[in-house]
């Protein structure tokens, strides 16, 4: 398998503009989760979903803040309008459901907001 | 509740030893431990379960102590390659989705 797939690795867009990030997971893999990383705060977890259903959103800093997960192989994260405090890199991973089993993380997505 | 890590980071020579800690305000089901080098993403060491499983690397070792509900990561005889900022993610309850990480320990080891 590829490993989890992000694209695109990198997006520069001004404030106030749409910007979507995706996500395909590992085959098989029924977790999917999105982070968010900043020097500040480190990984957060935004959200999470188990068989394409989200299941716990509390990470997700404000409503202009959305994720939706259409099938088993692909999700994204969009953030509408977008501000400059979103520049972060952002992760997605995956997992299978089994305690002792690890989540594997794509490359990234480097947002700046300008 | 994000699990605090200690230190934030830690300077070693090459050949030097180093620990780092993991501890969280609830009772665990798993702790994982990742490094993640500058520019990459994460990549996995180590899990260690809840009722004493372990699953990871070969040349890093980890305990798991549940009472305390803490983990760390000991790192012997370290390599340059060991250069990196670690995290620990805990599992809380039996949910296998609420991955939350530490904000990281920076380890840089010179020659």
């Known amino acids: 398998d590829a490993g989890v797939i992000q694209s695109p690795r990198h997006e520069v867009t001004e404030m106030g503009q749409e910007v979507t990030l995706r996500c395909k997971p590992i085959s098989g893999h029924d977790y999917l989760f999105w982070y968010r990383q900043t020097m500040m705060r480190g990984l957060e977890l935004l959200i999470y979903?188990?068989?394409?259903?989200?299941?716990?959103d509390s990470g997700m800093p404000e409503d202009r803040f959305s994720a939706k997960m259409p099938n088993a192989s692909f999700s994204t994260l969009k953030i509408q309008p977008s501000e400059p405090r979103d520049s972060a890199v952002y992760f997605c991973?995956?997992?299978?459901?089994?305690?002792?089993?690890?989540?594997?993380f794509g490359q990234g997505t480097r947002l700046t907001v300008v | 509740q994000q699990p605090v890590q200690s230190p934030q980071a830690v300077i070693l020579r090459e050949g030097e030893d180093a620990v780092i800690n993991c501890s969280s305000s609830k009772a665990l089901y798993s702790v994982h431990w990742y490094r993640q080098k500058h520019g990459e993403a994460p990549v996995f060491l180590m899990i260690?379960?809840?009722?004493?499983e372990q699953k990871g690397h070969e040349k890093i070792s980890a305990s798991f102590n549940e009472k305390k509900q803490q983990s760390s990561l000991y790192l012997t005889a370290s390599q340059l390659s060991y250069s990196g900022t670690y995290f620990c993610?805990?599992?809380?309850?039996?949910?296998?989705?609420?991955?939350?990480f530490g904000k990281g320990t920076k380890l840089s080891v010179k020659p």
């Open positions: 260690l379960l809840k009722g004493g």
């Open positions: 991973a995956s997992k299978l459901p089994r305690g002792n089993t690890e989540a594997f």
């Open positions: 979903f188990n068989n394409n259903v989200p299941i716990d």
């Open positions: 993610g805990t599992l809380t309850g039996g949910s296998q989705g609420n991955l939350i």
